[in-house]
């Protein structure tokens, strides 16, 4: 008669015998499990092969869940639950042990030297705890408790948890002894029964949160552009990509640290630099030091912490049980003023961008930066830069201006910046104002241009000028116009676009503007009781009288003039 599986009989005596699984074959320390049953009768064989099998089982279920728990990235940091958890494990099992002890029978002999080894112990765990210096004891106890089945948790052996968890077990030591003491005076205290398995994580993992996240910031009028919620995903992904996406509560200031110093080494564009694009972020950041690459700037870094600390706000309102954002507090301290990180243009670099091919004549609007005879006085190459010189806005929001953006009320003419309209953005919600025309911009005949393009039926006063693929106005434009900083041999590090709104604030500091009303014009956010309580917009009229006074020392502008278009 065949034997059933897992049988077989070595003379007369019957043996298990089974192979390992294929999936942990090559980790498992044995070939086969095999051993005797100890019996000779085949029906007695059968209900040992039966318990024998569990066991087995039982066993490889155990290696499998090992092997997961070293595939598992260690934590860098426990989370307060779950170093109470841990305490809570460890004093269930001292009062179990104790519990065993005391079902087996203690005789006096044995009932007095226990309890004299429960105050030597005492003695020893309280000091341990009041010092706050855990000995090798309770470290090496942490250890073992986090690697039993009904916790699981695999921790960086640097973490800065591991004194939490010793003076967790410390805790639960001493707490045990009060119990133990309160069972040799006979009073009952009963053994807290735990759940045998590693309990869930609590707490949506970070991945199914950013979809969420960036549909809602995308969702709202005036929300995040395609570029801007691009942007955050990915740094964002990129942070989980790292640490390991988690439960939300599973994260911790190590995590947010190790992300931090990552990004320190870590060059800008580092994805299109060929011996690093294949990399992941780490590895990037390691290579790019053994190679002396310059890391992106303190500026960048920051800017990237924010991102993922705008993800842990946003998590934090929205869901329970979050903790405080890992990512407060980290910002790299950046030494010298916000007003060094771009400067103004020069009086000579103004000078050289409005005497330029585009102003004196170009070969043609694709070809503006070559000379030739066109004046593309009806396009935005033109116009931008003169609106920038006399705003102070910011390139987006001048190329995405409507021809019905440009009003006239009470005899003034001005531009309202906006986002009430179809694709129609702000940097925040001061940006929103009206900006009278200056009496230079009338002169050179913007508002003749204005007029033109509404008869020609234009709702953007600008539409040779579109997004880019990312979604925004201004990105195509800038690149175009460092090309023309570059052509004209003015570009430096420190210039751009954007120092058109620096220009403009030292023309209005030099003008003698006051700074509420510069602050107006430019759509910053105004500060104290008048920015949480007023819309932020000054009367027209008063706006008007202080924009008149605005003047530029020593740019001469008049070639412009006299060409009114």
């Keep these: 008669m065949p034997l059933p599986p897992r049988l077989i009989k070595r003379g007369n005596v019957y043996w298990f015998r089974c192979s390992i699984p294929r999936d942990i074959k090559s980790s498992y320390p044995k070939t086969e499990e095999t051993f005797s049953l100890e019996t000779r009768d085949y029906q007695d064989a059968l209900k040992k092969l039966r318990k024998a099998s569990a066991e087995v089982d039982d066993r490889f279920d155990q290696h499998r869940q090992l092997l997961s728990r070293q595939l598992e990235p260690a934590l860098a940091e426990l989370s307060g639950a779950q170093i109470k958890h841990v305490e809570e494990v460890y004093f269930a099992h001292l009062l179990d042990e104790d519990e065993e002890l005391r079902l087996a029978g203690l005789d006096d002999q044995d009932f007095d030297a226990y309890g004299e080894l429960l105050e030597d112990m005492d003695a020893v765990n309280r000091y341990e705890l009041a ?11 942490a250890a073992e408790v986090l690697t039993w089945d009904n916790v699981g948790l695999k921790l960086d052996p640097a973490s800065p948890s591991w004194p939490k968890v010793a003076r967790a077990i410390l805790s639960a030591s001493v707490r045990a002894t009060a119990a133990k003491r309160q069972r040799n005076e006979g009073n009952p205290v009963e053994t807290p029964v735990l759940s045998q398995t590693k309990p869930k994580a609590s707490g949506p993992l970070a991945s199914t949160l950013i979809d969420e996240w960036a549909a809602e910031k995308s969702r709202a009028k005036g929300g995040w552009t395609p570029a801007t919620a691009k942007a955050n995903r990915l740094w964002a992904e990129r942070f989980i990509e790292m640490a390991g996406d988690r439960p939300m509560n599973n994260y911790g200031k190590a995590d947010a640290r190790e992300f931090k110093a990552v990004l320190l080494s870590l060059p800008p564009n580092w994805t299109k630099i060929k011996v690093l694009e294949k990399l992941s972020m780490k590895e990037a950041a390691k290579r790019a030091t053994e190679l002396s690459r310059e890391p992106m700037s303190g500026k960048n870094v920051n800017k990237v912490l924010g991102f993922v600390r705008a993800f842990w706000n946003w998590a934090e309102a929205n869901y329970d049980d979050i903790p405080t954002n890992p990512f407060d507090g980290l910002n ?6 916000a007003s060094d990180e771009r400067h103004p243009f020069t009086l000579a670099e103004l000078s050289t961008i409005f005497r330029s091919p585009i102003y004196t004549g170009c070969r043609s609007g694709r070809y503006h930066n070559s000379p030739g005879d066109l004046i593309p006085s009806d396009q935005g190459i033109y116009w931008v830069p003169l ?5 102070g806005c910011r390139s987006g929001e001048i190329i995405q201006l409507r ?3 440009v009003k006239v009320e009470g005899g003034i003419a001005y531009i309202e910046v906006t986002d009430e309209g179809e694709d129609l953005n702000v940097k925040t919600g001061g940006s929103r104002r009206r900006i009278p025309v200056h009496e230079e911009l009338k002169d050179m005949g913007f508002l003749t241009f204005v007029e033109r393009q509404r008869k020609q039926k ?14 925004t106005y201004s990105t195509g434009y800038s690149t175009k116009f460092g090309n023309s900083l570059k052509k004209l041999r003015i570009k430096h590090g420190k210039n751009s676009f954007h120092s058109f709104r620096h220009s403009f604030e030292d023309a209005c500091r030099n003008s003698r503007i006051p700074l509420d009303f510069m602050n107006a014009l430019q759509g910053h ?3 104290g009781m008048a920015g949480r309580y007023g819309n932020g917009l000054y009367g027209l009229q008063l706006l008007n009288e202080e924009m008149a006074k605005l003047h530029y020392d020593g740019l001469d502008l008049s070639h412009l003039i006299s060409r009114k278009t």
């Design 131 to 141: 010092r706050g210096a855990p000995s090798t004891f309770p470290l090496s106890e």
């Design 332 to 337: 790299v301290k950046i030494s010298g003023k």
């Design 387 to 391: 609106v920038g010189l006399f705003t």
């Design 403 to 405: 021809t019905e953006d």
């Design 458 to 471: 234009h709702k953007r006063l600008f539409p040779e000028l579109p997004k880019a693929a990312d979604g």
């Design 525 to 527: 956010t105004q500060k």
